[in-house]
């Protein structure tokens, strides 16, 4: 088996894991990882050849990006004190405890080489969170909370991984230096951000095709993450700021068909790297291996204690974390209600770490500055891996036994009063539309009634039991009368298809003026 043969079969596991997932409760990004490491067991699969520098760039661009597609700005800045708390105090926090940890068990490990340890292991995943935490029917605000904290604690994480790592490579370490580079980086990434956001935003309503737009959504994370990069920024944070300008701003309410198509093509992005992404990090057992080797007995110690700590530091760190946020919650009526302790424990399970630990561990150089080997590089390479497997494996399998458990499930009263307030906002504003209408045009009583029932029953599509029983009633008989000539239609517009695709075959038929006609009964299909 080549390297392009395992490629092609980490795709095929993405899509598979996914209802195998679903019929197993299992996470599939949990069952990607143990896929991949019963791959790297098996002496036919190659050792996995990718270059670590290439594997952030070209996995969190895509992911972070599908991640914000799904959340808003209101719901940041909602969250946005526990986000902090977690996405950066808490990364501060187990950074310093693992790096004392790992001093402490590790001979010859720096200080410097075990803060880069620590800052490695710090940050719970945000594919890791987003792909388990989204499948549990969990509260809506704790999703937003873990994916807040899961999309920006790899800005604090990566920063200090890279001050670190100077330290080590060079040998000096600056405070004021590491301060500035650490709000720089932070400045140019929203500079970059905003910027590309703004220019996508442009170039969005230049192109009036929805397979050119979604191409442009798909180019402008890499080009985003890249171009911060290159200008000493944090590329996730230029990522996170283009994606959340993109979201409040490069909206058509009309685009019905580029909305569905986006919508569609970015599920299937997020899927396939997402799986791929985490075969990988089972694939790298090969390389963890071999670092390990003569060292078993210490190392396997270091990486329970360390992942012990990772875990336990979550804990003890969030229990008072939420205490301050349902006190602070007291005082600003207008935040979202805080968290109870089941949530915190539920939120202290779902503390994962994956893909972005995985290839921070990988780019660690082999050499210093001055020719020397990087001190520890094995033992930070076995020890991270361990973390990973520990935490993903142990927790990704037991997180949903646990939301059962503690009975952590989303309002369901909430969300359907926040449905029927929606309903009646969107039947409001199509009658509001309709009697401007009446206004300008001169409509029939007839066609003013009939328009006016179908903003009714417009707004019980979106929420059924909106009406009483007896218009419920009405209601579901006119449904049954529309679904029935839209089964026939449908089997028309089949019957016209199936002609279309005939004709395609057939002796002097251009299949570029056939595909054109399928297109157009496809979309005729498609609007009902």
């Known amino acids: 088996m080549d390297q392009l043969a395992l490629l092609f079969l980490l795709l095929l596991g993405a899509v598979v894991t996914v209802p195998l997932g679903d019929r197993l409760r299992i996470p599939p990004p949990v069952l990607m990882t143990i896929g991949g490491a019963v791959l790297a067991l098996l002496p036919f699969v190659p050792n996995v050849q990718v270059p670590p520098e290439f594997i952030l760039p070209l996995v969190l661009p895509p992911v972070l990006y599908a991640a914000v597609k799904r959340t808003s700005w209101r719901q940041f800045t ?19 405890t693992v790096a004392g940890v790992a001093h402490a068990m590790v001979s010859g490990l720096s200080v410097a080489a075990a803060v880069v340890l620590g800052a490695l292991v710090a940050p719970p995943d945000p594919v890791a969170a987003t792909a388990v935490a989204g499948t549990l029917g969990l509260p809506r605000r704790m999703v937003s909370i873990l994916e807040g904290e899961g999309l920006f604690n790899d800005v604090t994480a990566i920063v200090l991984y890279h001050v670190a790592l100077a330290a080590v490579v060079t040998g000096s370490f600056s405070l004021p230096e590491a301060l500035g580079t650490f709000v720089l980086s932070a400045v140019v990434a929203v500079a970059v951000g905003l910027a590309l956001g703004w220019i996508a ?3 969005m309503s230049l192109l009036d095709d929805a397979a050119l737009q979604i191409g442009l959504t798909l180019i402008v994370p890499f ?17 996170l700021t283009t994606a959340l300008f993109l979201a409040e701003y490069a909206v058509d309410a009309d685009d019905v068909l580029g909305r569905l198509a986006g919508h569609t093509f970015w599920e299937i992005v997020d899927t396939l790297v997402t799986g791929v992404a985490f075969g990988l990090i089972g694939l790298e057992l090969h390389t963890v291996l071999g670092a390990a080797e003569g060292r078993w007995g210490e190392l396997v110690g270091v990486g329970a204690a360390v992942a012990t700590t990772v875990v336990g530091v979550r804990l003890l760190y969030l229990l008072p974390a939420a205490w301050l946020a349902r006190r602070l919650h007291k005082l600003r009526d207008a935040e979202d209600i805080p968290m109870t302790w089941r949530e915190t424990v539920v939120m202290w399970w779902s503390g994962m770490r994956g893909v972005a630990s995985v290839a921070l561990a990988l780019a660690v150089p082999f050499e210093l500055d001055n020719g020397d080997p ?8 076995f020890v991270a891996f361990a973390v990973v497997l520990a935490t993903l494996v142990l927790q990704g399998l037991t997180l949903p036994w646990l939301v059962r458990t503690l009975d952590v499930r989303r309002d369901t009263d909430a969300e359907r009063e926040q449905e029927h307030r929606l309903a009646h906002r969107a039947t409001r504003a199509a009658k509001e539309r309709l009697r401007e209408i009446g206004e300008a045009e001169e409509l029939s009583a007839e066609l003013s009634e ?3 029932r179908r903003a009714d029953e417009m707004g019980v599509r979106i929420a059924p039991d909106l009406v009483d029983d007896r218009r419920q009633e009405a209601h579901e008989r006119r449904i049954r009368s529309a679904r029935k000539m839209h089964r026939i239609q449908g089997e028309m517009l089949s019957a016209a298809r199936h002609e ?10 251009d299949p570029e003026i056939v595909d054109r006609v399928i297109r157009r009964l496809d979309v005729r299909s498609l609007r009902g």
């Open 78 to 96: 909602a969250n946005k004190r526990a986000i902090f708390l977690l996405a950066v105090a808490l990364v501060f926090v187990t950074t310093a």
């Open 201 to 203: 935003n442009r170039l």
């Open 223 to 239: 080009a985003s993450y890249a171009l911060a990069e290159s200008l000493h920024g944090s590329g996730v944070l230029a990522v």
């Open 374 to 381: 990087f001190p520890g590089r094995d033992a930070i390479l």
């Open 450 to 452: 009939q328009l006016l």
């Open 500 to 509: 279309m695709v005939d004709a395609r075959s057939e002796p002097g038929a």
